[in-house]
């Protein structure tokens, strides 16, 4: 009644199926490597466009630009990129919502909070800022998951859901509030500025700073991506299957929202790159989440590392990066809308 | 095979929260390789009976056990490869390959990190072929029909390689040949030496399965026996509350 078994020819087109997937994986290395190699000679001098890498050899000014701004910015880039893809990939897998991202559990909008409010306090020194940013996304991230336990509506998913509504909302009027009381002309600024995401903060110092925490959420979240499907079925089925769904929504939960918040609390708030990027992998080669996870790693890193090198090359002065990313995010997202290219089943 | 007691419930009781009892002091053993089907009203405590037998909810009181060992002292992954429990429906919020979505039922065989590897891959292969749906496995799960996405959520559970099999009305909501051909498999599946415990509303299903029948009514245990005895009116005529007449109708069973 429903055809014959034909596990050949089954296991033959999965084969060369799994082939195109290991294409496109190296494909998205090959881009990063070369959008990498040619973002590091991309910029404004000695004039806007391209330096010829021999000056490298020649002019000391170009040496440090290279190596001491571009370099440990873009790396920054490349790092905030492979948590925020990496982080909305597993969230949305775990929550089975293709729709949320790193910042729906409160995070981003504790983090700006935080940021804001060590401005206002008058603790400029950037390091204050990051520290109170990181504490505040994690207060967030502690606020949603302890209120969720707390609801009386709804399952698991929809009470960490709501929970994480309740707290963004929470964080963002403390954050109207700051920006309302601020000095118009001394703090407003900043915290503006702040809450549009630059990589202009980025040194190596940061970033040695930042790296430990981004690195142990990608380690964590890679490692549990074959656990990503089994989180996004239904809590019965992976209940039976050995896993313990509450537990390990957690722990996937808290590696992203460290790894977001570390470095949110350098760069500030870089929206959309979560919510867009696993989008246009699951689009290309299925919801599989050994693929999805690392591949949103990838396509994160190489769209904020392109957003980061037009954002501080296309103009004379600098676009904040979160209005870059939103804006090509926002786009993306409406054309993927648009082509019906949202994976959803039933 | 049978007679020897394999899976054990003793005086369970469960409700939800701080409500009512839903099971009260429910007693039940089943052998290795039974077919055990459970019936009742709606609300009669088939669904509680289940997920306290599969370890999924915890009683009040009272306590499973299987091969003599507490279920409570098995880990998760120890007691997922020895119990699959699958609901009567699950969401499917991605569109996953037929293969991967069959593969997911290998986890409990796998480390905490691991991937599925070769190996698992064909035993996800060889469960789909066991339920006829091999040519199934390059497709995604969005596009089959319900019968054909029950196949695939049964070949998950045979993939699992648990000795039982618990289904929340693994027949409900399909035409009848749909229907039949689940009984089909399940019947298949009882061959080949699978505990298998199920709920279901189809008394014709429970016949066809054959085994043995217990009928739930208000938390307790109000029916005992083998499969055949589902065909005695007046029993079940006690145990549903209204009246039953036994007619040679079409069945696809």
Known sequence: MWGK??????????????????A???????????????????GRYPAPGFMNPSMLASDELARQIVFNSRLPRMLGAVLLGLVLGGAGASLQSVFGNPLVDAGFLGVSQGAAFGAALALILGLRAYSMVAVFAFVAALLALGLS??????????????????????????FSALLAMMKYVADPLKQLPDIVFWTMGSMVPMSWQRLESAAPVALAA??????????????????????????????????????????????????????WVGLVVPQLVRAIDGPDGRTVVPRSMLGGAIFVLVSDTLARSVFSGEIPLGIVTSLFGALSFALLLTLRRVELAR | MSGTSYLSA??????????????DRVRLEAARGQTLAILGPNGAGKTSLLSVLSGRLTPRAGSVTLEHRPLRALSARERAQRIAFLPQLEKLPFNYRVLDF???????????????????????SVALE????GSFADRNIGELSGGELQLARIARCLAQGASILMLDEPASMLDP?????????????????????????????GIFLGGRAIIIAHGKIAWDGPAEGLRDAEMLERAYGISFSVKELPSAF
Not at chain 1, 5 to 22: C, F, L, T
Not at chain 1, 26 to 41: D, E, H, M, N, Q
């Open chain 2, 177 to 205: 040949a749909h229907a039949r051909h689940i009984a089909d498999a399940l019947a298949a599946l009882v061959s080949a030496g699978k505990t298998i415990i199920y709920t279901t509303h189809d008394i014709g299903l």
């Open chain 2, 10 to 23: 003793r005086d369970i009781v469960f409700g939800w929260g701080a409500g009512p009892a839903v099971l």
């Open chain 1, 218 to 271: 990608l380690a964590l979240l890679f490692g549990m991506r074959w656990r990503m499907n089994l989180l996004s079925l239904d809590d019965a089925v992976s209940h039976s299957l050995g896993v313990r769904p509450a537990l390990e929504r957690r722990a996937v939960s808290i590696a992203a929202a460290a790894g977001v918040g570390v470095m949110t609390a350098v760069c500030g708030v870089v929206g």
């Open chain 1, 24 to 42: 496109l994986g190296g494909a998205l290395v090959a881009i990063l490597a070369v959008v990498f190699a040619l973002s590091l000679f991309v």
């Open chain 1, 145 to 170: 998951l302890w209120l969720a336990e707390r609801f009386k509506y709804g399952g698991q998913i929809l009470r960490l859901i709501l929970a994480g509504l309740a707290v963004s909302a929470f």
């Open chain 1, 5 to 22: 078994a034909s596990s050949v020819g089954g296991r033959s087109a999965a084969g060369s199926r799994g082939r195109a997937r290991g």
């Open chain 2, 130 to 133: 066991a339920l006829g749906m």
């Open chain 2, 102 to 124: 069959v593969l997911m039922g290998r986890t409990p065989h796998m480390e905490a990190f691991a991937l599925p590897g070769p190996e698992d891959e064909s035993a996800a």
